[in-house]
């Protein structure tokens, strides 16, 4: 046997590559290891926020559902593991693990959308993959998860990236003079909707500074998008810096003004996330009912954590096919997106959704 060394693992911002060695000295110069475990081979998704987007309407969506505000962010700082986990990992390597908090309101105005009413509202985000290349050695998605509410979906394979649903790449760079260099400026920051606030329907510096809601602001930096009035407040300025206030997340999915945003770093903000714009969609879907215990793994509860395990060669676990003619058809080597999107009944209740693990495993 080979051995393996980290050349020969690639590793995007949106898929890692991993291998668990129960001893770490003979992680990279020896064949042999006889008081070690075989190695454990696994692929993870990102649990980081910007890797993730606000989605495009999934195909099985009916066009009348409307789409609900949803933020999702990491905690500052993460979990403790041992508080996460109860898998007594001796060689786990972490104190703190990232979780990618998904946050959805129904009844909130959403960026780009304004919802009314409904019987039944969806929200999501999506990644791209730069291809999964999940081999024939893995057998099972272990999504680890907090949350009671709602329908969880899970999509992958080739995804539209459509938000706006125009086949048009709606993007910041070059949406202020034309010319594209693959950074954006001041006046290029826009959004995704390409248009500035003073320029959406509604406008009123006064009263209704970020008609679209998509304003990016995050303690105290970025494009205000409340009122002056509001943003100088005493209150608004305390819960603005405040880890635990209801608003310290609020705005950091804002496109608009997110130039400042540390974690970006002038890239543009786009609808395109791969090498070309994608309007297609072939890809498979898994759902799991938060509420229910199919596909739950027994005695992995803990502090409201639970593992759910689906079995990704079994055709039965799949919920739905959408442009695939059968399962069979459907290739893991050729994944270039994933898609999570909520669905629930209406409801004046904000739901939440913690997100620590998407791990696919032999």
């Avoid at 008609?211 to 300025?237: C, I, M, R, T």
């Avoid at 950091?252 to 297609?280: H, Y």
Wanted: hydrophobic share 35%; aromatic share 12%.
């Amino acid at each position: 046997m080979k051995p393996i060394t980290a050349s020969a693992i690639k590793i995007s911002t949106a898929v890692l590559l991993a291998l668990l060695l129960a001893c770490d000295d003979h992680i990279s110069h020896s064949y042999v290891c006889p008081d070690c475990p075989p190695p454990v081979y696994y692929v993870d998704l990102s649990v980081i926020r910007t890797d993730w987007h606000l989605a495009a309407r999934p195909a099985q969506v009916d066009q009348g559902m409307p789409r609900a505000r949803m933020l999702w962010h990491n905690i500052v700082g993460g979990y403790p593991y041992d508080s996460v986990f109860n898998d007594n990992a001796p060689n786990h390597h972490a104190t703190t693990v990232p979780d990618m908090r998904l946050i959805v309101r129904p009844n909130d105005s959403v960026a780009y959308y304004h919802p009314t009413s409904a019987p039944a509202y969806w929200a999501g985000i999506t990644t791209y993959i730069d291809s999964l290349k999940a081999d024939t050695v893995l057998k099972y998605l272990e999504v680890r998860v907090r949350g009671n509410h709602g329908v969880l979906h899970l999509d992958f394979g080739i995804i539209s990236e459509d938000i706006f649903g125009d086949g048009r790449n709606h993007n910041e760079d070059g949406s202020y003079n034309g010319i594209s260099n693959g950074s954006v400026d001041d006046s290029e920051d826009v959004g995704l909707d390409t248009i500035p606030d003073y320029r959406e329907l509604g406008y009123d510096s006064t009263s209704n500074p970020d008609p679209n809601h998509d304003n990016w602001f995050f303690e105290g930096v970025g494009k205000p998008p409340v009122p002056y009035s509001v943003l100088y407040s005493a209150e608004f300025q305390q819960e603005t810096y405040d880890r635990l206030s209801p608003i310290f997340y609020e705005w950091i999915n804002g496109t608009e003004g997110n130039i400042r945003d540390a974690a970006v770093l002038g890239k543009p903000d786009q609808e395109m996330l791969g090498r070309s714009f994608n309007t297609e969609n072939s890809y498979l879907t898994y759902r799991i009912d938060l509420a229910s215990d199919s596909f739950m793994v027994p005695g992995s509860g803990l502090n409201g954590w639970i593992t759910y395990r689906i079995p990704i060669t079994d055709p039965a676990a799949v919920d739905a096919l959408v442009g695939l003619p059968n399962f069979s058809s459907f290739d893991w080597t050729h994944v270039y997106h994933s898609r999570i999107w909520f669905e629930k009944s209406s409801s004046e209740l904000t739901d939440t959704v913690e997100i620590v693990r998407l791990r696919f495993i032999p």
